[in-house]
């Protein structure tokens, strides 16, 4: 297949110059077209959402052809601006898929497919249709398509952590000696949704005590206590940009050898943000939030990443991990959440979200970082 070239299909809703970026992306890596199912990524170019079901929708946009997608007639509505091969119940998708794929030529093509979200039965039906067809892993070129977030979504991202820590100081006021793990997590959720979340960006993470030594323990029945500690992790969706945020409550004055850890967790928290800047690596920012943890003898207990990218999804590039050695540029957004966990006693994790500028970086959350105390 030869350059690059599209028409007038697409212009009406598709961001012209975001689909050039993805296909010149996509021909520099010897792909003939892209496969996208519903998720961020086809959210992020279409401004149209759609489900995953038994239902498959896929849009192909390969490099030499106006893009097109195969979705159930019942969804053709969405988008106007868009070649369909459309299918009812009781047509099946077998045919939509065949035409699709003639018609682009995909027959001995390689595709750039979601290899993190695609499911079997689509990779199977392009296969089947497109035959020959090679379908390789894309989730790189789509991540660095997004990474760089546009003053539009810088602006909801901020509303969403906004959200998040108004809904967070309401919420302590509720919680109280004998609640369960569950109910306090609910409370919460209910605070986001009544307070301008348009959904939550994950189910809370809300947990005490010894439980709290799990970095992604699921809040249960356990009764709060006088003198636990919480680890809570928590986050909004506003306008489709999540907001993703973990500090620490105390159950009464803070007390015991999580004192002594808060203040460890919380230097490796300033050191990870401190080293974040235009042009340095994602393995630095993690490397500089480790060594503090680890000089102080507990390395062995900061078991996961120092973060993770944030954007229209809670976990995307750029992960901040040893080994990751991509430099952090201008409109990057990602957190900070170096943590300690100590079996039978409980953890300390405290996360930010974070931009790196022109100039340097700014911590977007605003939250205080010291333990909040409930008074018992």
Known sequence: MSGIRWGNTGEEQMNKELLARLLESAQAEGLDAIALVPGPNLLYLTGCGFHL???PTVALFSVDQPPVMVLPALEVGKVPFMETFSYTDEEGYAMAFHEACVALELAEAR???????????????????????????????????????????????RRAI????TAFLGWLAEL??????????????????????????????????????LPHAVPGSRQLCFGDWL????????????????????????????????DLVLRANEAGRAA????????????????????????ANFTHRTGHGLGMEVHEPPYIVGGNSIP??????????????????????????????????????TLPRAPFVVSA
């Open 162 to 165: 906004a959200v998040a820590e």
């Open 231 to 262: 680890v809570v992790d928590w986050g909004a969706f506003v306008e489709g940009y999540a907001s993703d945020l973990t500090r620490t409550v105390t159950m009464g004055p803070p007390t015991g050898p999580l004192c002594a850890i808060h």
């Open 53 to 55: 079901s038994e239902r």
């Open 176 to 213: 109280r000696i004998g609640m369960t793990e569950r109910e306090a997590a609910a409370r919460l959720v209910a605070r986001l949704l009544t307070g301008g979340a348009d959904a939550v960006s994950f189910d809370p993470i809300v947990v005490s005590g010894p439980n709290g030594a």
């Open 111 to 157: 595709i750039g497919v979601e290899s993190l979200r695609m499911r079997l039965l689509e990779a199977r039906i392009l296969q089947r249709y497109a035959s020959g067809a090679q379908l390789v892993p894309a989730d790189d070129l789509l991540g660095r398509l997004r990474m760089a977030k546009s003053p539009a979504e810088l602006a909801a991202m």
């Open 328 to 365: 952090l540029l201008p409109g990057m957004t990602f957190t900070v959440e170096p943590g300690v966990y100590l079996e039978g006693v409980g953890g300390v994790r405290i996360e930010d979200d974070v931009l790196i500028t022109e100039y340097g970086a700014e911590t977007l959350s």
């Open 276 to 299: 974040a800047n235009p042009g340095v690596t994602a393995e630095a920012v993690d490397a500089a939030a480790r060594a503090v943890i680890t000089a102080a003898g507990y390395g």
